[in-house]
């Protein structure tokens, strides 16, 4: 008889997003006049760059015309991008080999697919309050997870110590959901932490685009020693406004051997079998949000985001509420007041003010009491949000 994977028996019912979703849709349906502020979703509201949407038109016309039309793409990625993806790099001071670049559909399929490079009994860490791929994948695959909790002690910062006996660590800067993000002297202790117990860290990049402080490292491989221990996974989701288009790439360096065994030639070998490349019109998007002329644009947008962060951060200062992120991330995390837990706290906000939020509990047991604010909101709902928190606290 069939057996199915009884790993899934372990994952936590998945009822974050979904039971936020069902709360927004009954208000709605309660009252369509009412003005709900949605600061819950990670999702980006701004459309694509110009320089983006001129680069799928043409692409579409070339797949009109037999001259040309393209057929089947090269399963780990069209040339002309690996190469846009490496010299977007090279800003960083490095250059990766557009060899170790694998084109992807974004980091969520990544992070689902990347385990198929470890053996079930490998065990993992995760600091978290986490992006919950981290662990349900993993547990999936039938491998022990192994929290490592961040609290504001440690600035949601979680630091590996002489008794950490992980062979993974999902390393996410700046943090989904915190905001938090590493220093160069933490993410080295990490790298060197890795190399010197012959572990893998994959790091999970996706808000590299929002750092602006020169201390913290947009890439992995800023570090040395990196390129012997690390995964990198990145998205222009964020970045580029992709979320609903779709694209991303992972670097797995040359020089990442385990048991003898190169990490490269393994994913060559299980993307050539389990997939079939990114359609051609979004590689061109792709090349096109990377060049100058797309980033110059992708970062307008960012401004916005960032200036929504700032919005946010002057409302929760007037509060006296303390926070992590909104400096180099679209996220705010501060802990719930008068003692409310993250759900009483969601129900309390939209009572008071419609302002729709993500409780931190859905990250992880330590989000408890916690909760975040999404800076990806509409210019308008944000300052409209900023002042009705200042409302909650004066009635
Ligand atoms: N990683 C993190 C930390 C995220 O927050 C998200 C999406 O919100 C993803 C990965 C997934 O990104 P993508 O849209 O590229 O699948």
């Known amino acids: 008889m069939i057996q199915l994977n009884h790993d899934y028996d372990k994952l936590k019912p998945s009822y974050l997003f979904y039971r936020i979703n069902q709360k927004v849709a009954s208000l709605r349906a309660e009252d369509p006049h009412r003005r709900l502020l949605l600061l819950g979703v990670g999702d980006v509201t701004l459309p694509l760059a110009p320089a983006v949407i001129a680069a799928m038109h043409r692409a579409v016309d070339e797949q009109s015309r037999k001259e040309s039309f393209q057929g089947y793409m090269p399963e780990l990625g069209k040339d002309f991008l690996k190469q846009a993806v490496a010299d977007y790099y090279s800003r960083l001071g490095f250059r990766p080999d557009p060899e170790e670049v694998f084109i992807s559909y974004g980091a969520g399929d990544e ?32 491998r022990t997870v ?35 993000a590493y220093r ?24 590299e685009a929002f750092i602006i402080q020169p201390d913290v490292p947009h890439s992995i491989y800023e570090l040395p020693g990196a390129r012997e221990c690390a995964i990198e996974i990145a998205s222009l989701s964020k970045t580029a406004g992709f979320t609903g288009t779709r694209l991303g790439w992972t670097v797995i360096p040359k020089a990442l051997v385990r048991e003898g065994r190169s990490l490269h030639a393994m994913w060559v070998r299980n993307r050539t079998t389990r997939f079939n490349g ?44 303390s926070y ?13 007041p008068n003692g409310m837990d993250s759900w009483e706290f969601f ?45 909650i606290q004066g009635s």
């Open 324 to 336: 992590t992120g909104g400096v180099n991330a679209p996220y705010l995390w501060f802990r719930c």
């Open 146 to 180: 192994l929290s490592i909790p961040g609290n504001w002690d440690n600035g949601f910062l979680p630091m590996p110590d002489e008794n950490l006996d992980a062979d993974l660590v999902y390393l996410c800067s700046p943090n989904n959901p915190t905001g938090a």
């Open 111 to 142: 992070l689902g697919s990347i385990g198929d490079l470890f053996a079930s009994g490998n065990r993992v860490a995760v600091p978290e309050p986490a992006y919950p791929a981290y662990v349900d994948t993993n547990l999936m695959d039938g």
């Open 184 to 207: 160069r002297s933490q993410l080295q202790t990490w790298v060197d932490w890795a190399n010197a117990l012959g572990a893998v860290l994959i790091f999970d990049a996706a808000y």
């Open 278 to 321: 990114v359609s051609y019109i979004l590689q061109r998007a792709g090349e096109a949000a990377l060049s100058p002329e797309g980033m110059e644009q992708n970062l307008l947008n960012i401004k916005q985001y960032r200036e929504n962060g700032r919005i946010l951060m002057q409302a929760l200062d007037r509060l006296g509420v």
């Open 347 to 391: 129900d309390f906000l939209i009572d008071r003010a419609s302002i729709v939020g993500t409780p931190g509990e859905g990250f992880g047991a330590c989000g408890e009491g916690w909760f975040r604010f999404s800076c990806f909101g509409s210019a308008e709902d944000t300052a409209e949000a900023a002042a009705r928190l200042g409302r």
